[in-house]
């Protein structure tokens, strides 16, 4: 188990001093922190490490779910679809169901925390249960382009909220509650981030047959296709045809996600093209994730859509030189230029990656670069301290707040 | 070594941590960013004037400010962004002031390149405006003497640089930093206080800062060959 102190060695002792003068200022307050799921997907992993952190450091958080039918979650899946802007076909049909189980939610979830942390639209009618206590909705959800009809129906929730949080600036909507700008981070003492020896990445290397004597363009995603990963290859192309190197695309997909399974079929065909062409599924293997990272010389997220795109912040912890699409959380990562190169097309980023190759001292620079800017911004202990932060700032409207 | 003085007063070491406020406020366009620079909360001006430092810091001295990034980057109007990124913000003692500097800047481009007024910022890259709230904290820090104050001094996050040199000098609209405040009154070496508040703090990263504050300190204990 990863204690707060581990943290010294990568953030320096006065950081964590400052996680811990601020847990004192949050003494008595008990944090009920609710979503719909203990494992998988991005919000329980991310909770799975704060949490306990929290707790640690002397802030009371606590950690409830909601609970959901099968119908409820094809549902609330829609919701999240349209929240990223794809049309969704949603019926009269899918509202009652989704209010029919939050009724059940409302009368079944206890509410005892002094401030509740409600994450993403599934359990957002509980709000209904508001009394003097606070309540903080925590979107991790690219709302920069929602569905109309769903965002107007999850925004009478959302109202009656004291504050919202979103992930980048461009997700922020019109709302009469104050909205803050918090972006998730990576756990550099995870398996998915922390150092590796040699031997661990030559071994995942030969056990996938990648050469070593080529650069290695490599972009880790699921196979959907906001990742793009037929765009990737059509860069990747056009980069091979001046300099010999190779592409890894790698991650997994949901065995229950139809679409998915189709992009992967597309991809795989797509790279018959190339023998130096590797797809690789690779669910829930962050090891061989990390050493695959470690070992490439440009990472790539050429994203069409991104919640935040933590990948790439991975990416950059490890110093790599990375190019990835303008979109999402993307920028707040990559300053163009300084910590990386940002792209808006294949042909955009195919220039990129050739540059970086071409140059690998310019790409060195932008990966050390990229390094800092995660560990000044991105780490877990900047989210630690946003959240407590945020949990001081209901009880505080001024601008400067003296402890 | 000088003789070490003990200090009239001692220096308790504070440090500042913002939470970033979004205000919903966004511009695609040169005119629409002058007409909410006009109106936004002067801690919408300190956070896109100042966040930079200590979130790029290690990049600095780059452009130090959002504006100056934006305008250059998402419209392409480098020449504006050069003159927004040299305006010498430590002459400015109040975010007031600055404003209005940011203000007339661009209203001047303007005036000479109207062309520009019709350059918009593609979908998703327009200018969001956020504001900073800050929490001032008092560390468990505090010097007795010149020496015990450089030893905290190499300890401390930058965020408490940060807030005893740029928080005390512009939001709080005083003319000194904090440091050569107390060196000066309470240490009483004005030479040395006068050293520090001398040092333009918005062209040093934050760790070069902390380098050379101690090193103006350390000499002045140890000697020039320090």
């Known amino acids: 188990m990863v204690k707060i102190d581990n943290y010294i060695s990568i953030v320096d002792q006065s950081v964590i001093d400052d996680l811990k003068l601020l847990a004192e200022k949050l003494k008595g307050k008990v944090i009920q922190q609710i979503n719909s799921t203990s494992v ?18 002397g802030v009371d958080t606590r950690w409830d779910l909601i609970k959901g039918g099968e119908q409820f979650f094809e549902v609330t899946k829609k919701f999240h679809n349209a929240l990223h802007g794809r049309p969704q076909d949603l019926t009269q049909h ?5 209010l029919e189980t939050s009724q059940k939610n409302i009368e079944e979830v206890n509410i005892y925390g002094d401030i509740l942390f409600i994450h993403d639209p599934q359990p957002i009618a509980l709000i209904k249960k508001k009394s003097e206590n606070k309540w903080i909705w925590r979107c991790h959800i690219d709302l920069s382009n929602p569905h109309p009809k769903v965002w107007n129906f999850l925004k009478d929730f959302i109202m009656n909220y004291d504050s919202a949080v979103f992930s980048a600036p461009g997700f922020s909507q019109k709302l009469p509650i104050r909205q803050f700008l918090i972006s998730p981070s990576i756990d550099p003492l995870s398996e998915k981030n922390k150092e590796l020896p040699q031997e661990t990445i030559d071994s995942v290397l030969k056990k996938y047959n990648i050469s070593q004597d080529k ?34 695309l ?14 992967f079929a597309e991809v795989k065909e797509k790279a018959k093209l190339d ?12 090891i061989e994730i990390n050493a695959l990272q470690r070992a490439s010389t440009v990472i790539v997220q050429k994203s069409i859509k991104e919640g935040f795109g933590l990948t790439v912040a991975e990416a950059l912890w490890k110093a790599k030189p990375v190019v990835a699409s303008n979109v999402g959380g993307i920028p707040l990562q990559i300053k163009h230029k300084y910590s990386g190169l940002l792209c808006h097309s294949i042909e955009g980023a195919a220039f990129a990656i050739k540059q970086l190759l071409n140059s690998p001292e310019y790409a060195k620079k932008l990966g050390e670069n990229g390094k800092e800017h995660i560990k000044n911004n991105f780490l877990l202990t900047r989210h630690l301290r946003d959240y407590m932060l945020l949990f001081l700032s209901l009880y505080h409207k001024e601008d400067i707040v003296y402890l | 070594m000088a003789e070490l003085r003990k200090a009239k ?3 308790r070491f504070y440090t500042r941590l913002h939470l970033s406020e979004l205000t919903g406020l966004r511009a695609s366009t040169l005119s629409q960013l002058l007409n909410l620079l006009k109106e936004v909360s002067g ?43 040299s305006i010498d913000t430590v002459q400015y003692s109040t975010i007031r002031a600055l404003r209005d500097k940011i203000v007339l800047t661009i209203d001047d481009y303007l005036k000479n390149n109207p062309l520009a007024k019709l350059k918009f910022a593609h979908q998703g890259e327009e200018f969001h405006f956020i504001k900073s709230i800050s929490f ?50 309470s240490v009483g070496d004005k030479e040395m206080a006068d050293d520090i508040s001398k040092l333009d703090p918005y062209t040093h990263t934050l760790e070069d800062l902390r380098k050379i504050i101690i090193r103006i300190i350390e000499r002045r204990i140890y000697g020039k060959n320090r």
């Open chain 1, 40 to 57: 998988g997907g991005g919000v329980a992993e991310i909770l799975n490490r704060v949490v306990p952190l929290l707790k640690e450091l």
């Open chain 1, 94 to 98: 899918d509202f009652d169901i989704f």
């Open chain 1, 215 to 248: 650069p290695i363009i490599t972009q880790i995603s699921r196979f959907d296709r906001l990742k793009d990963p037929l765009g990737v290859i059509e860069a990747y192309l056009q980069v091979k045809k001046y300099i010999n190197c190779q592409l890894i």
């Open chain 1, 250 to 263: 790698a991650g997994g997909t949901a065995t229950d996600d139809p679409e998915g399974l189709k992009v």
């Open chain 1, 275 to 286: 023998q130096d062409i590797h797809i690789l599924l690779l669910a829930h293997n962050d």
């Open chain 2, 9 to 11: 007063e001692p220096f």
């Open chain 2, 43 to 85: 801690s919408s001006i300190y956070h896109h004037t100042h966040r930079f430092l200590q979130q790029h810091q290690y990049l600095s001295p780059e452009p130090p400010n959002d504006f100056a990034y934006w305008v250059a980057d998402a419209l392409g109007e480098d020449e504006l962004g050069e003159r927004l990124a």
């Open chain 2, 136 to 185: 001032v904290i008092p560390t468990s820090h505090t010097a007795y003497d010149l020496e015990g104050f450089t030893e905290i001094l190499k300890k401390i996050t930058i965020d408490s640089i940060y807030f005893h040199i740029f928080e005390a000098r512009l939001r709080l609209e005083r003319q000194t930093n904090d440091f050569s405040n107390w060196i000066e009154t």
